[in-house]
């Protein structure tokens, strides 16, 4: 007599890519830190890219010495497109392994958002750190599988000197949002379950969006770089508009996954290109759909 084996995909993958106990923080506390989640010379494209981009769009390249005009916490939205190399970030094998595991394989990407943090609060928060939350935008109590999966990808050490993340552990199976005494992180007040995620550049912490997070102060000049990665079940609507907007030549030049991740299998999305209803976004002239630059 033969005992059963369990035949599945994503379990197999996780096993080969030794990722047991990942999975298993995931389940138990919520996140899971992932080191050498990319390797160096990708980890400095991306940090380079994120500098160039925050540039372009803000007028003034950030300097991650002195962090000069970058105090307090910024964000910068619609990355992907901007540098290839956000495109092999997005694909780091170890990192999509955990999203299957939280979404599915059929997930798609909602969001690619570079962010900074600097010394302070500055305009941009007042209290000086970043309030604890969950990523999950569904009605409260939210639903006991994961909508969604968040991924923060290091493009510096992240250090406590740096205003590091803050998770409370558990707390995803809470199915809420933290009440306004619960997402504090500073003060006679501050959430005593709160615990600090460190790690160097490269690494990556992947958790189910239901899990609290946020960020403490930095009480130092010099700034902390990340990269934030949000993917979606298909069904939801995603934050960034990839499906219509990716050209068609970095989906050539990317694997099949990929594509699955900027939308292309999904089939909703419907205007009076009436025979397009029934056909994957993989199958249709895009160009029909592209958003009219005005």
């Known amino acids: 007599m033969h005992t059963s084996t369990l035949a599945n995909p994503c379990l197999d993958e996780l096993s080969r890519l030794q990722l047991e106990r990942n999975a298993l923080e995931l389940e138990v506390c919520g996140y899971t830190v992932v080191e050498e989640a990319i390797d160096p010379d990708l980890t400095a494209r991306g940090l380079e890219a994120t500098l160039r981009t925050f540039a372009e769009r803000r007028g003034k390249r950030p300097d991650v010495q002195t962090g000069e005009g970058y105090e307090g916490y910024w964000s910068s939205h619609y990355m992907l497109l901007k ?12 990192v999509l392994a955990l999203i299957d595991y939280l979404v599915g394989e059929d997930c798609i990407l ?3 958002t ?12 007042p209290s000086g750190y970043l309030p604890l939350h969950g990523d999950d935008i569904s009605p409260q109590p939210h639903p006991a599988f994961n909508n969604f999966a968040s991924v923060n990808v290091f493009l510096t050490d992240m ?3 740096s205003g590091c993340l803050a998770f409370v552990p558990g707390s995803h199976k809470r199915l809420r949002q933290p009440t306004a005494q619960e997402r504090v992180l500073a003060g006679e007040g501050a959430n005593r379950e709160a615990v600090p995620v460190v790690a160097p550049a490269g690494s990556a912490v992947v958790w189910p969006s239901h899990t609290w997070h946020g960020s403490w102060e930095s009480p130092t000049a010099a700034l902390r770089v990340t990269l934030a990665l949000l993917f979606g079940r298909p069904h939801l609507q ?3 508009l990839y499906r219509e907007s990716v050209p068609d030549e970095v989906l050539e030049r990317n694997s099949p996954r990929f594509a699955t991740l900027m939308g292309m299998d999904t089939f909703y999305g419907w205007n009076d290109n009436r025979d397009d209803w029934m056909k994957q976004w993989r199958d249709r002239d895009r160009s029909r759909y592209a958003p009219r630059v005005v």
């Open 83 to 94: 540098d290839p190399a956000f495109e092999r970030i997005l694909m780091a094998e170890k």
């Open 110 to 112: 909602s969001s690619t």
């Open 114 to 125: 570079g962010l900074i943090r600097g010394k302070g609060g500055g305009d941009t928060l």
């Open 159 to 161: 250090t406590e000197e």
């Open 238 to 240: 995603p934050f960034d």
